[in-house]
């Protein structure tokens, strides 16, 4: 379901999943954090970034989900990310 989620509202976009689902050490309230790629790294326009966050928290995925854009990110926080992260979805 997050995949369709994520190719209708982002199709040309590659999304990394990171954080302490990844790692092993979430808990039951831990969310799922999403990094969204756009082609050439330039920023989502808010207006998309707002329609794929209503449509997550309009589905039925039993958790939450963050979802940043890549490009609003500091530099230090894409080092972060970047240590320990899974391709989720690839650009379509």
Do not use: C, K, N
Not at 61 to 82: G, K, M, Q, V
């Amino acid at each position: 379901m997050l995949e369709d989620i994520l190719r209708a509202h982002m199709p040309e976009v590659e999304v990394w999943a990171y954080g302490s689902r990844l790692s092993g050490q979430s808990h039951d309230g831990s969310d799922l954090d999403l990094v969204l790629r756009s082609p050439e790294l330039t920023q989502i326009p808010v207006s998309r970034l707002a329609d794929l966050e209503e449509a997550l928290r309009e589905s039925t995925i039993p958790f939450l989900i963050e979802a940043r854009d890549w490009a609003r990110l500091p530099a230090s926080f894409h080092r972060e990310i970047a240590r320990d992260y899974v391709v989720l979805v690839g650009p379509t």
